[in-house]
T-cell receptor, first 114, second 113 residues
Framework: GAVVSQHPSRVICKSGTSVKIECRSLDFQATTMFWYRQFPKQSLMLMATSNEGSKATYEQGVEKDKFLINHASLTLSTLTVTSAHPEDSSFYIC??????????FGSGTQLSVL | GENVEQHPSTLSVQEGDSAVIKCTYSDSASNYFPWYKQELGKRPQLIIDIRSNVGEKKDQRIAVTLNKTAKHFSLHITETQPEDSAVYFCAASSQGGSEKLVFGKGTKLTVNP
């Protein structure tokens, strides 16, 4: 079964609004989680590394003020897309390493900004 | 940083045939190489992985080989079935303490009945 839970699976919002996506590790603690973005028919692009209790590490070219990451507990990381615009529409997906050193993904969130 | 190249981008085979997908990586310090299968609109699923201390690993119809000297690794699927149709991604671990994975661009595999 799934070991990483992600919600919501799909969200449609108006331009200018903010959207929060949650990623939870189930039955294990994750000090580090990763957030990826995936465009249709393309690969997974790492956006940022979420670190429990400290600031996230963003990849080059990713706006940290646009994509706010909070990793407040060992089982929850959130990604907030602030002031979303149509170009932010994408499939967002989180991942976490389990205790047996396997990286598992959440179910993803399809964001559509109108 | 790490760079992963994956080939081919598309692959079409007949049911029952074998499929091979190849990846190369740039960072000789990388030591973990997983393969993921992603169906349309779904999450990537880990199907097999290999660490640098072994050269080959097999799980039923799926196998992965690793050549550290040449810095390439391959996914082999035997006796392909239509349900194997999906996009497959290879990845390599990147050093630096963050343990992030760098992914290849993916291979769309189509298994024709």
């Amino acid at each position: 079964g799934a070991v990483v839970s992600q919600h919501p699976s799909r969200v449609i919002c108006k331009s200018g609004t903010s959207v929060k996506i949650e990623c939870r590790s189930l039955d294990f603690q994750a000090t580090t989680m990763f957030w990826y973005r995936q465009f249709p028919k393309q690969s997974l692009m790492l956006m940022a590394t979420s670190n429990e209790g400290s600031k996230a590490t963003y990849e080059q070219g990713v706006e940290k003020d646009k994509f706010l990451i909070n990793h407040a507990s060992l089982t929850l990381s959130t990604l907030t897309v602030t002031s979303a615009h149509p170009e932010d529409s994408s499939f967002y997906i989180c991942s976490a390493w389990t205790g047996n050193e396997k990286l598992f993904f959440g179910s993803g969130t399809q964001l559509s900004v109108l | 940083g790490e760079n992963v190249e994956q080939h081919p981008s598309t692959l079409s085979v007949q049911e029952g045939d074998s499929a091979v997908i190849k990846c190369t990586y740039s960072d000789s310090a990388s030591n973990y190489f997983p393969w993921y299968k992603q169906e349309l609109g779904k999450r990537p699923q880990l199907i097999i992985d290999i660490r640098s201390n072994v050269g080959e690993k097999k799980d039923q119809r799926i196998a992965v080989t690793l050549n550290k000297t040449a810095k390439h690794f391959s996914l082999h699927i035997t006796e392909t079935q239509p349900e194997d149709s999906a996009v497959y991604f290879c990845a390599a671990s990147s050093q630096g303490g963050s343990e992030k994975l760098v992914f290849g661009k993916g291979t769309k595999l189509t298994v024709n009945p």
